[in-house]
């Protein structure tokens, strides 16, 4: 393909509707329908703002080029490296933000499942690691060259001293992969325990653990990168890299939905979609929680039949008020 701009245009435009329905949709159900928007919630509302600015800089990148064969931008347009070359600047630092508001949106939602110790610990050291490793990769960076502005003008500094682009674009990477790891396997331990059918436990497994396909698009993306990092087509590498960041960012954002986009299934299929019609659901399994007697309070999650009846997963008593529900609340609107 000579030109991956008009197939990129369709591609990252769709994948952006799709995202932004998923968040709109976990906005109605949890925020509308249910009463019960938590802090996770706030957050992936966020990102219907800073995923905008994410999209528009994509969008940035075609019109300038990306996509195109450098031969052609050299020939045609030779004033667009260097725009393309300062986008790619801007886009590093904002990348780096959104792949840390995508996977706060996770690992918020972690709360509402354990108040064991040993889980916080491990979800409060994964926090931990992920902002601290988000500030390195901005100094990072920030570092990259010195002078910094050698980077989009190397013509101007002939002795600037850059990183190579290894360092770069890889260690980054791996940060974020990391990450995207520990939230993968972080949730299972907790909900293999919950007290329900196999079939229902795999079924809320499968829900939880969307956020692998981070992974899986993390993998395709160190393909990209490699070939970004050797190709000296730069415009048509850039043209690719467009696209896997795109699908990258809104799989995770929809993954990150997943549990909301259940809640909304199964409330659209009882009619119950309406401003407040959940709340009468969610607030009897409130009041269920906060008498009980145990040390911890218990889920409650709806049967078959419509009954409740209680699991042994862990809530944090200080989202109680704002972080509820939990997934199985989440599952309320189960038949």
Not at 88 to 99: A, D, N, P, R
Not at 158 to 166: Q, V
């Amino acid at each position: 393909m000579e030109d991956l701009r008009p197939l990129s245009y369709i591609i990252i435009s769709l994948l952006y509707i799709l995202a932004m329905i998923t968040i709109a949709m976990r906005i109605w159900v949890r925020g509308y329908s249910m009463k019960s928007f938590g802090w996770d919630d706030w957050a992936m509302a966020s990102l219907l703002i800073f995923f905008s600015f994410q999209q528009a800089l994509l969008y940035f990148f075609l019109e300038f080029g990306a996509g195109m064969h450098i031969t052609q931008v050299m020939q045609d347009h030779p004033e667009w490296m260097t725009i393309l070359l300062k986008g790619l600047l801007l886009e590093e630092y904002w990348y780096v933000f959104m792949q840390f508001a995508v996977k706060m949106c996770f690992l918020l939602f972690f709360f509402r499942l354990s108040e064991t110790q040993l889980f916080l610990q491990f979800l409060w050291a994964i926090i931990g690691f992920h902002m601290l490793s988000t500030i390195a990769i901005w100094l990072l960076y920030s570092l990259q060259c010195r002078p910094l502005q050698a980077f989009y003008a190397p013509e101007l500094y002939p002795d600037a001293k850059c990183l190579s682009t290894t360092i770069t674009y890889f260690v980054p990477y791996s940060l974020n992969l990391f990450v995207d790891v520990c939230i993968l396997f972080l949730p299972l331990p907790t909900i293999w325990t919950l007290q329900m059918s196999l079939k229902r436990r795999v079924a809320v497994l499968v829900v939880l653990t969307t956020g692998g396909s981070a992974v899986l698009i993390g993998g395709l993306r160190a393909i990209i990168l490699i070939e970004f990092s050797k190709s000296p087509d730069f415009t048509y590498s850039l043209g690719k890299m467009v696209i896997i960041s795109s699908a990258e960012m809104s799989i995770g954002i929809i993954a990150a939905n997943m549990p909301a986009l259940k809640a909304f299934w199964s409330c659209w299929r009882q009619n119950k979609l309406g401003v407040g019609k959940a709340t009468d659901l969610t607030g009897s399994n409130s009041a269920a929680v906060n008498n009980s007697k145990a040390a911890y309070k218990g889920a409650i999650e709806m049967n078959s039949n419509g009954t409740s009846a209680k699991n042994d997963t862990k809530i944090n008593k200080s989202y109680t008020d704002g972080l509820l529900p939990t997934e199985s609340e989440e599952q309320l609107c189960d038949n």
